[in-house]
């Protein structure tokens, strides 16, 4: 609701501030649309997940971890929605929003064994995978969003299905911000996705991309 609500007060900062894709100034060829587009979706997508994780979620350090990292994305995103800054200074602040995290005392502390039981890592270990883990979802979305409603559909759907399966660990009181921020995440994104959908009124900018 808060990202659905924010979005078109987003599209008038948008094109006030300049920060618009203009295909006959900047052409690319993922682009689909012909006329001005506004970009900075990430901000709406941002204000969704911040004002649902303040209620709904213990303001822990973990909390502000995930929070402080997102404010990073949310910043670069802006600039390179005004700017187009250059693809090796987005990937270093993806390392930056990535150490927020991990430094926040969040890890991935054992994998999956296909052949069976799972593979403890050591902390190190554990930092380093999630760091690059972050990071490559990070990309990995922001890859895949040049089709109208693309990439905050698919991360609706990623977000809920995440949030699903976590509900296996919910006699384990702990777990519930995991369970609660996966449902935040793909409500935020629902709420921007009528607006983005075709024809798209925002596009979710490298920020919305990468939160």
């Known amino acids: 609701l808060a990202s659905?609500?924010?979005?078109?007060?987003?599209?008038?900062?948008?094109?006030?501030?300049?920060?618009?894709?203009n295909p006959k100034k900047r052409y690319h060829p993922a682009h689909i649309h012909k006329g001005i587009i506004p970009r900075a979706g990430g901000l709406a997508i941002f204000l969704g997940v911040l004002l649902a994780s303040l209620i709904f979620l213990p303001f822990d350090k973990h909390l502000k971890g995930i929070l402080l990292g997102a404010v990073v994305v949310l910043i670069v995103g802006l600039l390179d929605d005004k700017y187009d800054l250059s693809p090796y200074t987005r990937l270093l602040t993806?390392?930056?929003?990535?150490l927020c995290v991990v430094g926040a005392g969040i890890g991935i502390t054992f994998i999956?064994?296909?052949?069976?039981?799972?593979i403890n890592l050591t902390p190190l270990l554990a930092?380093?995978?999630?760091?690059f883990w972050i990071v490559w979802c990070m990309n990995m979305v922001n890859w895949s969003k040049g089709v109208d409603?693309?990439?905050?559909?698919?991360?609706?759907?990623a977000a809920f299905a995440?949030?699903?399966?976590?509900?296996?660990?919910?006699?384990?009181?702990?777990?519930?911000?995991?369970?609660?921020?996966a449902f935040i995440t793909a409500g935020s994104y629902?709420?921007?996705?009528?607006?983005?959908f075709y024809p798209q009124k925002i596009m979710p900018g490298y920020g919305g991309g990468g939160l």
């Open 4 to 21: 659905f609500l924010t979005t078109p007060l987003v599209i008038k900062l948008a094109n006030s501030l300049g920060l618009v894709d």
């Open 94 to 98: 993806n390392f930056l929003a990535a």
């Open 112 to 118: 999956n064994n296909p052949l069976g039981g799972i």
């Open 127 to 131: 930092n380093l995978f999630a760091i």
């Open 149 to 157: 409603g693309q990439m905050p559909g698919f991360v609706a759907i």
């Open 162 to 181: 995440i949030g699903i399966l976590s509900l296996r660990f919910s006699a384990d009181i702990t777990q519930w911000p995991v369970t609660i921020l």
């Open 190 to 196: 629902l709420g921007f996705l009528p607006w983005n």
